[in-house]
């Protein structure tokens, strides 16, 4: 860390916190400890999560519970296909004023004024509304007649997809998808995790959730991972795994040229280092090691690599790739 020992004791106590925060979630989602690591990591990191899973595994529940705890104002957005730009930013609606009898125009603003959003199925909508949203995550504002309104901080910005149903769905072009930091996948619980849901679900609810962060606390930890120091090698090793995704660069493995049509861009890289940082200070570290950056390397690519028909006849999706990647570059001493 920086000789600064204020930052020592706000990754002390940002530790500290984390425990507390997992505490308070576990009163009401049971397992998902991967995922909420991630989401974590994410929300520090200042970035966005695209969360896949079958319906029914708690998803929106995970992220209410988790604004909550964080004292964030949470607005969900349901995603349908009628669903307009304007439901989600904003519309100029008229006013009169009753003692002059005048009109005028006034922005009304939209569920997108909140600290985290859920866009629930956010590949039901047209890829017009869907630009309105990601707009608003990659420039923090929104723009409606000429006037711009910055959003609150921190926002995030939670997406999910369900993976079964693909018919009537309008899929997230690269260039999109490429603004979620982390492409999440949440899977089915345990047999022993499902009873303990069960089990905890079908009695009355006995828990009160407390508050652990407030929304100017987030913003100074997320100035902290900022100030993290990160060695030369393991920005070196963020770089190459980015980097072994392109087929067209020299010295790609073959599997990647067999398997892969495009490869992922600088974000990877930029994302994978700030999720390895946020990491680091989530566990009490103040420095990052590779395991972090190996941690990274799944959620930060799964999204970013577009696989060939060979890929798809061979039964090989991304996941695949990132693990023979993990395997195949090592970092340099």
């Not at 425990?19 to 009163?27: L, M």
């Amino acid at each position: 860390m920086t000789e600064n020992s204020n930052d020592l004791q706000a990754v002390e106590e940002l530790n500290k916190s984390y425990a507390r925060i997992k505490n308070e979630i576990a009163k009401i989602i049971i397992g998902q400890d991967k995922v909420i690591e991630q989401l974590l990591i994410a929300l520090l990191s200042a970035g966005h999560c695209l969360l896949v899973g079958v319906p029914g595994l708690a998803k929106t529940l995970l992220i209410s519970t988790l604004a909550n705890i964080l004292e964030l104002k949470f607005n969900r957005i349901q995603f349908t296909p009628d669903l307009m730009p304007s439901d989600i930013t904003g519309t100029e609606i008229i006013e009169e004023d009753r003692s002059t009898g005048g009109r005028s125009f006034r922005f009304a603003k939209g569920p997108v004024f909140a600290n985290a959003i859920l866009a629930d199925e956010i590949n039901r909508t047209p890829p017009k509304t869907q630009a309105a949203l990601l707009q608003a995550m990659q420039e923090h504002e929104v723009t409606a007649a000429g006037e711009t309104y910055r959003l609150e901080e921190p926002f995030f910005v939670l997406a999910t997809q369900n993976p079964i149903e693909q018919e009537g769905t309008y899929p997230l072009p690269e260039a999109q998808l490429d603004r979620f930091m982390f492409n999440i996948y949440v899977d089915y619980p345990s047999g022993a995790e499902e009873e303990h849901i069960v089990k905890s679900t079908t009695v009355a609810p006995k828990y009160e959730l407390n508050k652990v962060l407030s929304g100017s606390k987030i913003i100074e930890f997320q100035q902290l991972v900022r100030r993290v120091p990160v060695s030369d090698h393991l920005i070196n090793y963020a770089v190459s795994l980015a980097r072994a995704t392109r087929p067209n660069v020299d010295g790609a493995p073959d599997f990647i040229k067999n398997w892969v049509s495009w490869g992922a861009g600088p974000r990877a890289s930029q994302y994978m280092i700030l999720a390895a940082k946020t990491r680091a200070i989530l566990d009490g570290r103040p420095t990052p090691g590779p395991d972090d950056v190996r941690f990274a390397a799944l959620p930060v690519l799964r999204h970013r690599i577009v696989t060939s028909f060979n890929a798809e006849a061979d039964g090989v999706d991304t996941a695949v790739i990132v693990e023979k990647l993990l395997e195949t570059v090592k970092v340099k001493s």
